[in-house]
């Protein structure tokens, strides 16, 4: 089945919480995921962030909702990575 590894999204976000604050929320709330966040263009109310998520079988439905209770809204998904493991029997 495959599995996404690697997701890279266009986020627009409040100034609060901070990146900081947001990065260790998504990482907290999905364990084995790295998140990255690069602030590319701030404004007088928001920021817009490139937020990279790397890891085994990404639960994006559920990291989506996250970044919406953050106060965070999905412009785009840039970049997308999937692997199909397939396990053998023995």
């Given at each position: 089945m495959p599995q996404l590894n690697?997701?890279?999204?266009?986020?627009?976000?409040?100034?609060?919480?901070?990146?900081?604050?947001?990065?260790?929320?998504?990482?907290?709330?999905?364990?084995?995921?790295?998140?990255?966040?690069?602030?590319s263009e701030v404004d007088e109310?928001?920021?817009?962030?490139?937020?990279?998520?790397?890891?085994?079988?990404?639960?994006?439905?559920?990291?989506?909702?996250?970044?919406?209770?953050?106060?965070?809204?999905?412009?785009?998904?840039?970049?997308?990575?999937?692997?199909?493991?397939?396990?053998?029997?023995?």
């Amino acid at each position: 089945m495959p599995q996404l590894n690697r997701i890279v999204l266009d986020v627009l976000k409040p100034h609060q919480p901070s990146v900081l604050e947001f990065a260790n929320t998504i990482a907290d709330q999905h364990p084995n995921c790295q998140v990255k966040i690069t602030v590319s263009e701030v404004d007088e109310k928001t920021e817009t962030t490139i937020v990279t998520i790397e890891g085994d079988d990404i639960p994006f439905p559920a990291i989506a909702e996250t970044i919406s209770n953050l106060g965070g809204s999905i412009h785009s998904i840039d970049e997308v990575a999937v692997n199909n493991v397939v396990k053998s029997e023995t």
